[in-house]
């Protein structure tokens, strides 16, 4: 016996929700429908793919190897029915965009939305690490990230060339000034992102090259959550700027010689490059940004 299509989706959905309700809801089946499909394919291969973890099924070793290979599967059958269906002319369909910032994502995502209204797109937003692992697993079709350099293991151009910049709240001592240096910066109480945070990551290096250091006193997860506790007079922050603003209760100043340490990427897999919605994802970067070479 072979597995089957149905098995195949009925272990990537309870894989995905961990839950056999949500599993079937997600399906548009019943509850024992799921079981049943999962039960069988244990017993046909003689292996256990889950774990009971309370009222959670957590993957076995056997089941994660299984959840890689079903997510290409299925985003492979995905591609398939798009090229026989309106997903093929853009007038249908759903484009899956992973994004560490939303102020250049979104940008793209609005002329995405203006020339191909009929397509839904989902996004989902993220650290650039989180956003990476799930390009990396056949979770989302394209990703604008953040990078000190080209990511080589993806199919990716450069979107916006960044600057880093100090983060101050309104009406800071350091209002109107034109630009301040690293040194100054680094004299402040700082407020940072987590490890694993490109803007992070290229402050430290340029502390690091430059032989200083500052002193720490907050650490946040999120960019908004960073913005907020600088708006709120807790410290100042940096932030990597392509020349676009959000509104926020904060404003940018740009740290003199730090002009471009990094750039925000749009970025697919190699094997998914040739998509005809992730082209044109790629055609509408190109043309939003301004960029001159060929994507």
Same mark, same amino acid.
């Given at each position: 016996?072979?597995?089957?299509?149905?098995?195949?989706?009925?272990f990537?959905?309870?894989?995905?929700?961990?839950?056999?309700?949500?599993?079937?809801?997600?399906?548009?089946?019943?509850?024992?429908?799921?079981t049943?499909?999962?039960?069988?394919?244990?017993?046909?291969?003689?292996v256990?793919?889950?774990?009971?973890v309370?009222?959670?099924?957590?993957?076995?070793?056997?089941?994660?190897?299984?959840?890689?290979?079903?997510?290409?599967?299925?985003?492979?059958?995905?591609? *398939?029915?798009?090229?026989?269906?309106?997903?093929?002319?853009?007038t249908?369909g759903?484009?899956?965009?992973?994004?560490?910032?939303?102020?250049?994502?979104?940008?793209?995502?609005?002329?995405?939305?203006?020339?191909?209204?009929?397509?839904?797109?989902?996004?989902?937003?993220?650290?650039?690490?989180?956003?990476?692992?799930?390009?990396?697993?056949?979770?989302?079709?394209?990703?604008?990230?953040?990078?000190?350099?080209?990511?080589?293991?993806?199919?990716?151009?450069?979107?916006?060339?960044?600057?880093?910049?100090?983060?101050?709240?309104?009406?800071?001592?350091?209002?109107?000034?034109?630009?301040?240096?690293?040194?100054?910066?680094a004299?402040?109480?700082?407020?940072?992102?987590?490890?694993?945070?490109?803007?992070?990551?290229?402050?430290?290096?340029?502390?690091?090259?430059?032989?200083?250091?500052?002193?720490?006193?907050?650490?946040?997860?999120?960019?908004?959550?960073?913005?907020?506790?600088?708006?709120?007079?807790?410290?100042?922050?940096?932030?990597?700027?392509?020349?676009?603003?959000?509104?926020?209760?904060?404003?940018?100043?740009?740290?003199e010689?730090?002009?471009?340490?990094?750039?925000?990427?749009?970025?697919?897999?190699?094997?998914?490059?040739k998509?005809?919605?992730?082209?044109?994802?790629?055609?509408?970067?190109?043309?939003?940004?301004?960029? *001159?070479?060929?994507?």
């Amino acid at each position: 016996m072979s597995i089957t299509l149905s098995q195949l989706r009925a272990f990537h959905a309870l894989a995905q929700t961990g839950r056999h309700s949500l599993a079937a809801e997600k399906l548009r089946v019943s509850q024992p429908a799921i079981t049943a499909q999962i039960r069988g394919l244990e017993e046909c291969y003689n292996v256990r793919l889950f774990e009971r973890v309370g009222h959670n099924q957590k993957l076995s070793e056997f089941g994660e190897q299984l959840f890689a290979i079903a997510k290409r599967i299925l985003l492979l059958l995905e591609e *398939a029915e798009g090229t026989l269906t309106s997903e093929n002319d853009l007038t249908g369909g759903t484009l899956c965009v992973g994004a560490d910032s939303p102020i250049y994502a979104m940008r793209v995502i609005t002329a995405f939305k203006h020339m191909h209204p009929a397509m839904t797109v989902k996004v989902d937003m993220g650290s650039a690490e989180d956003i990476t692992k799930k390009l990396m697993g056949y979770e989302i079709d394209v990703a604008v990230v953040t990078s000190a350099s080209n990511p080589t293991d993806f199919y990716g151009h450069p979107f916006y060339d960044l600057a880093l910049t100090a983060l101050v709240p309104l009406g800071h001592v350091w209002t109107g000034r034109s630009n301040v240096s690293l040194a100054d910066v680094a004299a402040k109480d700082v407020i940072l992102r987590e490890p694993g945070s490109v803007t992070r990551s290229v402050f430290l290096d340029a502390l690091e090259r430059q032989n200083l250091k500052t002193n720490v006193v907050l650490q946040l997860s999120t960019q908004f959550a960073v913005r907020e506790a600088v708006a709120s007079g807790l410290g100042i922050s940096i932030e990597l700027s392509g020349g676009l603003r959000s509104s926020v209760r904060a404003e940018m100043i740009p740290i003199e010689g730090l002009e471009n340490v990094a750039k925000e990427y749009v970025a697919c897999r190699k094997d998914r490059a040739k998509v005809k919605k992730v082209r044109e994802f790629f055609k509408l970067a190109k043309l939003v940004s301004g960029m *001159a070479d060929n994507l």
